[in-house]
């Protein structure tokens, strides 16, 4: 058996392995054990503790002075797995790798593998494991405990698998090519009372409905239609009963945008509709409204790296230079703010293949066909980039 076909089935026990016991963000332990053995089995110096439970591993070879940054990020999602007959199916109740972070990790050691056995690259390859990416916490703390600092790279590479995108196709882009993500929390505040009496009440639901319907005016009529923006309302928890009016009604949702003047102007918007809308109903309302994920911004001459690297692996008629910007969120844009770099988009399958089944869906399972190809793609963007 050669070393290529030993790593593809090794990927995939690293990956089913990893699936099994997925945790959530900040709490990577098991994760972060298990990878930490892996690259020492490798005989990479393995440094744990960034950002909490991340790690960083180090490869160099030869004289040269470049230095690499590969990243994987660790982190499941606190979902329960819709996955009747999957045996490496989750087995912490409530915790599932939906996003494909497991499949992202075994191909990072798997690029790994690649470059300690082949070591066919002159300079410093830093393979670094975040956690937290969900929900946009993880680079921050990393970089805050002197991530790139200690370790420092001239250039971060990631890749996230992508359904419906055909399976191994790659895709990527100059410039933006994730959007930010800001968090809002809009708390209505009425008088409650019976639900037979509504003249004794001043009715929250009925100004949170107003308010949810006005939300979508704000991309439509205030944003310029050159300018992507999106206005998610995806919450809506009131304190009342069945034949009661309730006091107090919570609408909690999201927005996406690629700009501070477009985030400025939603924030402001927001809040201004919401105060109109409850004082014309004689209610209050309070609006509390974070950033939480920056855009990703590609490096133009780190995506013409990447470009070379993917069409080397895949072949040019696999991959897209110039795909359309996504509204999705990544943690890997908090890095781009202080490294160049480049972010790819792998395809885990087309819409009507089992790879294909959406991000964040109970039934979602990374697509094991592609860990070969991320693996190769991330030891070679790593040569392409020390070739430089």
Same mark, same amino acid.
């Given at each position: 058996?050669?070393?290529?076909?030993?790593?593809?089935?090794?990927?995939?026990?690293?990956?089913?392995?990893?699936?099994?016991?997925?945790?959530?963000?900040?709490?990577?332990?098991?994760?972060?054990?298990?990878?930490?053995?892996?690259?020492?089995?490798?005989?990479?110096? =393995?440094?744990?503790?960034? +950002?909490?439970? %991340?790690?960083? &591993?180090?490869?160099?070879?030869?004289?040269? #002075?470049? $230095? *690499?940054?590969?990243?994987?990020?660790?982190?499941?999602?606190?979902?329960?797995?819709?996955?009747?007959?999957?045996?490496?199916?989750?087995?912490?109740?409530?915790?599932?790798?939906?996003?494909?972070?497991?499949?992202?990790?075994?191909?990072?050691?798997?690029?790994?593998?690649?470059?300690?056995?082949?070591?066919?690259?002159?300079?410093?390859?830093?393979?670094?494991?975040?956690?937290?990416?969900?929900?946009?916490?993880?680079?921050?703390?990393?970089?805050?405990?002197?991530?790139?600092?200690?370790?420092?790279?001239?250039?971060?590479?990631?890749?996230?698998?992508?359904?419906?995108?055909?399976?191994?196709?790659?895709?990527?882009?100059?410039?933006?090519?994730?959007?930010?993500?800001?968090?809002? =929390?809009?708390?209505?505040? +009425?008088?409650? %009372?019976?639900? &037979?009496?509504?003249?004794?009440?001043?009715? #929250?639901? $009925? *100004?949170?409905?107003?308010?949810?319907?006005?939300?979508?005016?704000?991309?439509?009529?205030?944003?310029?239609?050159?300018?992507?923006?999106?206005?998610?309302?995806?919450?809506?928890?009131?304190?009342?009963?069945?034949?009661?009016?309730?006091?107090?009604?919570?609408?909690?949702?999201?927005?996406?945008?690629?700009?501070?003047?477009?985030?400025?102007?939603?924030?402001?918007?927001?809040?201004?509709?919401?105060?109109?809308?409850?004082?014309?109903?004689?209610?209050?309302?309070?609006?509390?409204?974070?950033?939480?994920?920056?855009?990703?911004?590609?490096?133009?001459?780190?995506?013409?790296?990447?470009?070379?690297?993917?069409?080397?692996?895949?072949?040019?008629?696999?991959?897209?230079?110039?795909?359309?910007?996504?509204?999705?969120?990544?943690?890997?844009?908090?890095?781009?703010?202080?490294?160049?770099?480049?972010?790819?988009?792998?395809?885990?399958?087309?819409?009507?293949?089992?790879?294909?089944?959406?991000?964040?869906?109970?039934?979602?399972?990374?697509?094991?066909?592609?860990?070969?190809?991320?693996?190769?793609?991330?030891?070679?963007?790593?040569?392409?980039?020390?070739?430089?």
């Amino acid at each position: 058996m050669d070393a290529d076909t030993d790593l593809d089935g090794q990927m995939v026990r690293w990956r089913h392995t990893l699936h099994r016991f997925p945790e959530t963000g900040f709490r990577e332990h098991r994760t972060a054990d298990f990878l930490a053995q892996a690259l020492a089995l490798m005989g990479l110096e =393995v440094h744990r503790g960034l +950002g909490g439970t %991340g790690l960083v &591993a180090s490869l160099r070879v030869g004289d040269g #002075p470049g $230095v *690499v940054g590969l990243r994987a990020d660790m982190d499941a999602l606190a979902m329960t797995e819709a996955a009747e007959g999957r045996a490496h199916a989750s087995r912490n109740p409530g915790c599932m790798h939906g996003c494909g972070h497991d499949g992202h990790m075994a191909m990072l050691l798997g690029a790994a593998r690649i470059l300690t056995h082949r070591r066919d690259v002159d300079g410093t390859v830093r393979f670094i494991f975040q956690p937290a990416e969900e929900h946009g916490r993880g680079a921050k703390a990393m970089m805050q405990d002197g991530l790139f600092e200690r370790f420092p790279v001239d250039a971060l590479y990631g890749v996230h698998n992508i359904p419906g995108l055909p399976a191994g196709h790659i895709a990527t882009r100059s410039g933006g090519i994730m959007a930010s993500e800001d968090n809002f =929390v809009i708390t209505v505040r +009425g008088r409650g %009372g019976h639900a &037979a009496r509504p003249q004794m009440a001043v009715d #929250p639901l $009925v *100004v949170a409905a107003e308010i949810i319907l006005a939300l979508q005016t704000i991309v439509a009529r205030s944003v310029d239609p050159s300018d992507p923006a999106v206005v998610s309302c995806t919450e809506i928890h009131g304190d009342g009963i069945r034949n009661a009016i309730p006091g107090t009604v919570v609408i909690r949702g999201d927005t996406r945008s690629y700009t501070p003047a477009v985030q400025t102007l939603l924030e402001q918007r927001m809040r201004t509709i919401c105060q109109g809308i409850a004082l014309a109903h004689g209610a209050q309302c309070e609006v509390a409204y974070t950033q939480e994920f920056v855009p990703t911004v590609n490096d133009p001459r780190c995506t013409a790296v990447a470009l070379r690297a993917a069409q080397a692996v895949v072949g040019p008629q696999q991959v897209d230079g110039n795909v359309a910007p996504m509204m999705i969120s990544e943690d890997f844009g908090a890095f781009l703010q202080a490294v160049p770099g480049n972010f790819v988009f792998l395809g885990n399958g087309a819409t009507d293949t089992p790879g294909g089944v959406p991000l964040h869906n109970a039934g979602y399972d990374f697509n094991d066909a592609i860990l070969p190809v991320g693996a190769r793609y991330l030891a070679e963007v790593a040569r392409q980039q020390l070739a430089g």
